[in-house]
C-alpha cells in the first residue's frame, strides 16, 4: 500500500534560520502530494500541492519539488518565522483514492 | 465561502456510550472524509462519502460508522466507546476533479475533540 515518510521532530531553529523538512513516499502510479499545516487548536491547511513529476509547489515562502527519482517531496524554506511554527504533514493521494498522511513534524521557531 | 463546520467541538463521554459528530462541508462540495488524529497513531484515514455513498474504508472496526445526507452534510458514529476513542476527530470536505482520478486538496474542518472517560 501507499505511505508516507516524514522526518522526527520537533525541529527547533532560531528566527530566520532555514528550514529543510523531509519527505519520501511510497505509491503504486502517480499520486499527486501535499504539504498540509496545522496550527495549535485548528485543522489541517493545505500548505502547497504538486500533481505531477517535476512539478514544484510554494506558498508563503515554503517550497517543494516532486521528486519522483527520489520519491521525494522535501519542505523548504529559506528564512523562518515564529508565526511558522506549527506541524506539518506530508500526504499523497493516489490510485486507491484514499489519502496517506505522514506522522506530522513538529517546528518550534525561537525568536 | 463559508468553511468546513464540525460541531460539537469538544465532547466527553464515558465508555459504553455511543457518540454522533456532525460536519457541514464547503457549499458545493460533495466529498466528505472523516479522520481519527491521535499522538500515538498520527492522522488516520476512517472512510469517505460521495453522493451519500461510503466509497472509501479505512481499517477501523465496525463501532465506526458514517453517512451522509442529500445537502452533503455528514455524520459519523462511534458504538461502545473505548479509551482508546479519545481523539481529535477531523471532517475534510474536497470537490472532486472531473473523472474522480484522484483528490483534489481537502479542506479541513476544526475538528471535535472528543474525550472518553
Known amino acids: 500500500g501507499n505511505s508516507v515518510t516524514q522526518m522526527e521532530g520537533p525541529v527547533t531553529l532560531s528566527e530566520e534560520a532555514f528550514l529543510t523538512i523531509n519527505c519520501t513516499y511510497t505509491?503504486?502510479?502517480?499520486?499527486?502530494l501535499f504539504w498540509y499545516v496545522q496550527y495549535p487548536g485548528e485543522g489541517l491547511q493545505l500548505l502547497l500541492k504538486a500533481t505531477k513529476a517535476d512539478d514544484k509547489g510554494s506558498n508563503k515562502g515554503f517550497e517543494a519539488t516532486y521528486r519522483k527519482e527520489t520519491t521525494s517531496f522535501h519542505l523548504e524554506k529559506g528564512s523562518v518565522q515564529v508565526s511558522d511554527s506549527a506541524v506539518y504533514f506530508c500526504a499523497l493521494t493516489g490510485g486507491s483514492y484514499i489519502p496517506t498522511f505522514g506522522r506530522g513534524t513538529s517546528l518550534i521557531v525561537h525568536p | 465561502k463559508a468553511g468546513v463546520t464540525q460541531t460539537p467541538r469538544y465532547l466527553i463521554k464515558t465508555r459504553g456510550q455511543q457518540v454522533t459528530l456532525s460536519c457541514s462541508p464547503i457549499s458545493g462540495h460533495r466529498s466528505v472524509s472523516w479522520y481519527q488524529q491521535t499522538p500515538g497513531q498520527g492522522l488516520q484515514f476512517l472512510f469517505e462519502y460521495f453522493s451519500e455513498t461510503q466509497r472509501n474504508k479505512g481499517n477501523f472496526p465496525g463501532r465506526f460508522s458514517g453517512r451522509q445526507f442529500s445537502n452533503s452534510r455528514s455524520e459519523m458514529n462511534v458504538s461502545t466507546l473505548e479509551l482508546g476513542d479519545s481523539a481529535l476527530y477531523l471532517c475534510a470536505s474536497s470537490r472532486l476533479t472531473s473523472g474522480g482520478s484522484s483528490y483534489n486538496e481537502q479542506f479541513f474542518g476544526p475538528g471535535t475533540r472528543l474525550t472518553v472517560l
Open positions: 505509491a503504486t502510479g502517480y499520486p499527486s
